[in-house]
Nanobody
């Protein structure tokens, strides 16, 4: 089972990035999927989640209206569209799949750097 996150990079404040999380060995339509971030010296923080069907989404307050989580079950991939990026969005972003009791399958992370 592997989650491969990619799409990070360097962007100026106000810009956009789209992160992708491609799954192998796991059928994402069976799982609630989420994006988290971890900034240097800080704990991992929830950003957004989406149900297996894609009908339900949840966002951290700080990203509501700026980030959009989506999924393409045919491609077995989850996305995070990030708009109006701020320097404080700088972090390593991880995708995760919900297990029985928690998010227990994690990708390797992709670095997002937002310059001011």
């Amino acid at each position: 089972v592997q989650l491969q996150a990619y799409g990070g990079g360097l962007v100026q404040a106000g810009g956009s990035l789209r992160l992708s999380c491609a799954a192998s060995g796991l059928t994402i339509s069976n799982y609630r999927m989420a994006w988290f971030r971890q900034a240097p010296g800080k704990e991992r923080e929830f950003r957004a989640a989406i149900s297996g069907s894609g009908s339900s989404t949840t966002y951290a307050d700080s990203v509501k209206g700026r980030f959009t989580i989506s999924r393409d079950n045919a491609k077995n991939t989850v996305y995070l569209q990030m708009n109006s990026l701020k320097p404080e969005d700088t972090a390593v972003y991880y995708c995760a799949a919900w297990g029985d009791y928690k998010y227990d399958t994690w990708g390797q992370g992709t670095l997002v750097t937002v310059s001011s």
